[in-house]
């Protein structure tokens, strides 16, 4: 069995809180990739268990503290708890959809567990994950209230090659259904597991489309970066006008539409396969302006180098957004980049309010729905910023 010894620079580091050791942070020792292995410090008093990579720059991820090895019962208790804490917020629903499990928030580091109805979609991002994943499987069974008639192994996020893990798409159990639909609440809309983006769903956005559709009545609204369109259909169901979806995925735009269809908005809402920025400067110049516009961009920044460029990018896209709403419009504005703290995000904004003669009041400041926690030991887990802007 492996074993790892921290550096005194190291032991500190885990004694401030932060579950994730680096590799320099590493005296001694060996392990296999992805083995779970215990952690001592310089003197060998036991820091407690971690999940080891041979690659990452992150070379442990702690799951406990204690000194006692983790065992069927620790794991189970894990997903046990991350499956009652999603009944407790009201998201465990066999015709509904949630984030069951979310990774290192819910201290299984690397494993994500999307539900879509009795649907499940797995995806691992680390060696410790991938070598587990059979019994992470079986402990999912065991923990759920219902049963499964499908689970989908997603694991083909870019994050698995610090991994030196290769890219996997494979159905586990059951048949993937065409077309599979989710309900929640009013609304119902279609996910594809297979090829949609993440596990096939921006499950994180639940809550803050239903506020965004909140002062809808009789509105109009653009949708931009607007994936399988939830914004905008929430928008129009709630009595909006008139909406404009835009992405850049034609099988995204394909989704709207059915999306629209068979929530009984069709009539009002239109999808454009556009390029965002282009096409907001665009309306601008055709003379369209808006009552509310949403915008929530792919991560702009997918490390710390990026974030200046990630700058340049927020400001001029909220600009142009800005530009385009109506005195006391709604600007409904994310930001998905973890590398980019709410309070710089802030900032953007405010630039991009001045750049376009406006001025704004922060109305909100949002994250995720409660189905994606932060960790507050683990900053990574709050990635998410959603800001409601008025543009005065
Ligand atoms: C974070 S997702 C949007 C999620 C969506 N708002 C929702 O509620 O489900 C970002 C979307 O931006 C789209 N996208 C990325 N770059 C784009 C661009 N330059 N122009 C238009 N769409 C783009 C992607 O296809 C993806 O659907």
Redesign the pocket.
């Known amino acids: 069995m492996g074993k790892a010894t921290l550096s005194g620079k190291g032991r500190r580091w885990v004694l401030g809180g932060h579950p994730w050791i680096y590799r320099d942070d590493i005296a001694g020792g060996e392990a296999e990739s992805g083995e779970l292995i215990q952690v001592e410090d310089p003197a060998g008093n036991s820091l407690g268990w971690g999940l080891f990579s041979s690659t990452s720059k992150i070379a442990l991820r702690l799951v406990t503290r204690q000194p006692v090895q983790p065992k069927r019962e620790f794991w189970l208790e894990r997903v046990q708890r991350a499956v009652q804490a999603r009944e407790r917020m009201g998201f465990l629903n066999p015709r509904g959809a949630c984030r069951l499990i979310a990774a290192d928030a819910d201290r299984i580091p690397g494993w994500i567990v999307d539900l879509y109805g009795t649907t499940a979609v797995v995806q691992s991002s680390i060696q410790g994950s991938d070598r587990m994943r059979d019994f992470l499987v079986e402990l999912l069974e065991a923990a759920l209230p219902f049963k499964l008639d499908c689970i989908v192994d997603r694991s083909d996020s870019s994050v698995r090659r610090f991994e030196d893990l290769d890219s996997r798409v494979e159905i586990l159990k059951g048949q993937v259904t065409e077309g599979l639909e989710v309900h929640e609440d009013d609304l119902v809309y279609e996910v594809d597991v297979l090829n949609g ?1 993440k596990t096939g ?2 499950l994180d ?1 639940r809550l803050n ?1 239903q506020l965004a559709a909140r002062e809808a009545q009789g509105k109009r609204v653009l ?6 369109g ?2 905008g259909v929430r928008a129009a169901m709630a009595g909006a006008e008139d909406v404009l979806c ?4 034609g099988p ?1 735009g394909e989704r709207v539409l059915r999306n629209a269809e068979r929530n009984g908005v069709a009539h009002k809402l239109r999808f454009e396969k ?4 282009q ?1 907001l400067r665009n309306l601008k110049s055709e003379g369209h302006s808006f009552d509310i516009a ?1 915008v ?3 991560a702009f920044a997918r490390n710390r180098r990026e974030i200046s460029g990630a700058e340049r990018g927020y400001v001029e896209l909220n600009r142009r957004a800005l530009a385009l709403l109506e005195a006391g419009g709604l600007l409904v504005s ?1 930001s ?1 980049s973890y590398n980019v703290r709410a309070s710089a995000f802030v900032k953007f904004l405010a630039s991009a309010g001045r750049l376009a003669e406006r001025d704004v009041w922060l109305e909100e400041l949002r994250g995720a729905s409660p189905d994606h926690p932060q960790l507050l030991a683990v900053p990574e887990t709050a990635y998410l910023k959603c800001a409601f802007l008025r543009a005065l």
Request: with cysteine.
């Open positions: 983006h769903h921006y956005q489309r949708d931009a970066f607007c994936y399988d939830l914004f835009l992405d850049q995925s995204a556009a390029n965002c920025m096409a949403i929530d961009p792919p994310a998905c």
